[in-house]
């Protein structure tokens, strides 16, 4: 395992992403959801992203289970705002922000949060600025030691890297989703605000598994929300569409030549772009932890695959993207 900065932390390039095993992607199994988690520690993984409103707190809970005893070790990242009205400027004031943030401190059963990160805002609300203050006062009072902002849109992003003190974007950024690579994650670079990539896999398109007859549960968001009906429609599938993504997938299917399945390639094609910190795919068994991990030890993708790519998704897929991104 690598390691990447993020602020004063080094985290590993490959981290992992709680929303799968909290809710919203079908049955979970807590079982399998705890051994998966350990198997990823024991790997070297030493940091993991979640929210507040996956399964209502509960792969927060699950978390401070698995991290118990290994809280000065392993980083945890936590999101607030979505438990209320996003578009109401009280869901971000300082009795809120204060609100949230305790609450998520004691599922966890942490005294502070490694990154706090505002979730999937309206850009209005960033642009009022409040937020931030709020966010500075509890980093200076010890109970956030980052925060940063998880993003829908290139734009927001650009503007997130305005405000001084924010230390990490996370961002959708996968083979169907390439614009953040044109000017996001460069100019993050630069200012040294790490970028935590989200939907590496396209919500499972790339890993090449699905079919036109492929279906989903109903608690899966996959199934209920494949058109943003609940919400941004860039948070399913990248906002394509399943048949159409489950064309171009197949389309895809020559970058395992050479580096075992589409999951590791996609995986390894993310690791090797500039300005990306870590990358965090979901996960639900201990097989698809390994299955992940196994995209470290696959070669990168030469000069002209990167171009191929690059030009299958300005012809091939920016067309049929749906929503602001």
């Not at 981290?15 to 959801?33: E, M, R």
């Not at 949230?100 to 805002?121: F, G, M, T, V, W």
């Not at 305005?162 to 390439?178: D, G, K, M, S, T």
């Not at 919500?203 to 007859?213: A, V």
Request: glycine content about 10%.
């Amino acid at each position: 395992m690598k390691y990447r900065q993020l602020g004063d932390l080094q985290v590993s390039e490959i981290s992992f992403g709680t929303w799968a095993i909290g809710g919203s992607w079908g049955k979970v199994d807590d079982k399998q959801s705890l051994l998966a988690l350990d198997a990823a520690m024991e790997a070297g993984v030493n940091f993991f992203d979640t929210a507040d409103v996956y399964g209502d707190g509960h792969s927060e809970r699950l978390l401070a289970q698995a991290t118990k005893g290994r809280e000065d070790k392993i980083h945890i990242a936590t999101k607030f705002c979505r438990a209320g009205d996003i578009h109401d400027p009280a869901t971000y004031s300082e009795a809120s922000v204060r609100a949230y943030c305790e609450a998520s401190l004691k599922r966890l059963e942490r005294e502070r949060l490694d990154l706090y990160q505002i979730h999937c805002p309206p850009l209005s609300i960033l642009k009022e600025g409040h937020v931030f203050g709020v966010l500075d006062k509890l980093v200076e009072e010890g109970k956030v030691r980052h925060y940063g902002v998880s993003v829908e849109s290139v734009e927001e992003g650009l503007f997130c890297l305005e405000q001084p003190n924010v230390r990490a974007l996370q961002v959708i950024v996968n083979i169907f989703r390439q614009k953040p690579l044109e000017q996001l994650l460069g100019e993050a670079k630069r200012r040294g605000v790490a970028i935590l990539v989200r939907l590496p896999l396209a919500s499972g398109l790339l890993t090449g598994k699905f079919t036109p007859q492929s279906t989903f549960e109903e608690g899966d968001h996959r199934r209920f929300n494949e058109n943003g009906e609940q919400f941004n429609v860039g948070e399913t599938f990248a906002g394509l569409g399943f048949a159409k993504g489950v064309e171009l997938a197949e389309q895809l299917r020559w970058i395992a030549e050479g580096r075992e399945s589409m999951t590791r390639a996609a995986l390894r094609w993310l690791l090797d772009q500039e300005g990306v910190t870590c990358v965090i795919p979901g996960f639900r068994n201990v097989g698809q932890v390994e299955d992940n991990l196994a995209a470290l030890n696959v070669p990168s993708f030469t000069s002209a695959e990167q171009q191929r790519l690059r030009q299958f998704y300005e012809e091939q897929v920016k067309p049929f993207i749906r929503g602001s991104y």
